[in-house]
C-alpha cells in the first residue's frame, strides 16, 4: 500500500488555475493506477480523474473534461491534476486515490472502490 500526500489547493477566482500535486511513497508507484476524487459540503464523493501506471491511459469525468488534466511522473513518485477554467462548482475537496492493479479499470474509478486514499487538499472557487 502507497502512503499519499496532497498539495497544491487554494483560493482561487473563477476563469483561474491551480495544479495538485500528489507524492507517493513506496517503491511500486509505478505499477499504481492513480486518480483524483472530490467531495464538496453536503455532497456525496465524485470521481474526477485517473490514469493507468503509464499515464498513456486516462479517463475524466464529464463535468472536468476539457478543463482538468491528470498526468503522472513515475521519476518523482508524484501525480499531478492541472485544473483550467476552474468555476464555483469545483469547489471541494480533492483525494488522491491509488488502485494497485495498475490498468485503468474504469467501473472502479466510478465507484471509488479504490485502496489507498490521501488526506485531501481544499480547493475553493469564488466568483
Known amino acids: 500500500q502507497v502512503q499519499l500526500v496532497e498539495s497544491g489547493g487554494g483560493l482561487v477566482q473563477a476563469g483561474g488555475s491551480l495544479r495538485l500535486s500528489c507524492a507517493a511513497s513506496?517503491?511500486?508507484?509505478?505499477?499504481?493506477?492513480m486518480g483524483w476524487f472530490r467531495q464538496a459540503p453536503g455532497k456525496e464523493r465524485e470521481f474526477v480523474a485517473a490514469?493507468?501506471?503509464?499515464?498513456?491511459?486516462?479517463m475524466n469525468a464529464d463535468s472536468v473534461k476539457g478543463r482538468f488534466t491528470i498526468s503522472r511522473d513515475n521519476a518523482k513518485n508524484t501525480i499531478y491534476l492541472q485544473m483550467n477554467s476552474l468555476k464555483p462548482e469545483d469547489t471541494a475537496v480533492y483525494y488522491c486515490?491509488?488502485?494497485?492493479?495498475?490498468?485503468?479499470?474504469?467501473?472502479?474509478?466510478?465507484?471509488?472502490?479504490?485502496?489507498?486514499w490521501g488526506q485531501g487538499t481544499q480547493v475553493t472557487v469564488f466568483a
Open positions: 486515490a491509488a488502485d494497485d492493479r495498475g490498468a485503468l479499470y474504469g467501473s472502479t474509478w466510478q465507484r471509488g472502490d479504490i485502496g489507498s
Open positions: 513506496g517503491r511500486t508507484f509505478s505499477s499504481y493506477a
Open positions: 490514469c493507468d501506471w503509464r499515464g498513456g491511459n486516462t
